[in-house]
């Protein structure tokens, strides 16, 4: 494994043209099509960095800015923005091009964290190079990544604290919140 990779030299691209069995009901592209596109090239791109297996370990956020349509062409970029020990997050972003006009838009954004694993069978965590930033927005992302990681492990541990405290809730406990919610 090498000690370090350049940020800059992460990306990986796709382009995929939306046809009638992505749509859903309305006739767009199904949202779970495109989060299943972007689950595959994340992986590919963490699989990539670490050298192995990868798997999703968390989502983020999957941003949906506006709606990709069936007949456009889908161009995917994945790249690595932020590693720790085992674990490598991967922004992914995605814009819907008009083929006969070129046009394209911006349709979404999205954060995934993935964890390199040391074999498939009974599969543990193992290390990742380390990611060296050189240009302004990879140093960016980087610091805005971390910024992410850090207010993900507080809202778990939040999170953590309040289901045990909410476990511990009587029933007429339970509906006074809830009359509180809802009011």
């Known amino acids: 494994m090498t000690e370090f990779k350049y940020a800059d030299e992460t990306e990986v691209r796709s382009a995929i043209f939306m046809n009638a069995s992505d749509a859903n009901h309305f006739g767009n592209v ?3 099509q495109v989060m299943k596109l972007v689950d595959e090239i994340a992986y590919v791109c963490a699989a990539r960095y670490c050298g192995g ?3 999703t370990a968390a989502v ?3 941003d949906f800015h506006e709606p990709v349509y069936v007949g456009e062409l889908l161009h995917i970029a994945a ?6 020990r085992t674990s490598m997050e991967i922004e992914i972003t995605l814009h819907a091009e008009d ?3 070129g046009a394209t838009r911006h349709t979404n954004t999205c954060h995934f964290t993935f964890v390199a694993l040391d074999k498939v069978e009974n599969p543990r965590p193992r ?4 990611l060296v930033c050189r240009t302004r927005d990879d140093k960016a992302r980087f610091i805005q990544a971390k910024m992410r990681r850090e207010r993900g492990i507080e809202y778990r541990k939040e ?3 309040f289901l045990k405290q909410f476990a511990a809730l009587s029933d007429t406990e339970l509906d006074t919140l809830l009359a509180e919610a809802v009011a």
């Open 53 to 55: 297996v990868a798997v």
């Open 159 to 161: 999170r953590d604290a």
């Open 30 to 32: 199904h949202g779970g």
């Open 99 to 101: 083929i006969p006009t």
């Open 60 to 62: 983020d956020r999957i």
């Open 79 to 84: 790249r690595v923005v932020y590693v720790g």
């Open 127 to 130: 290390a990742v190079p380390r």
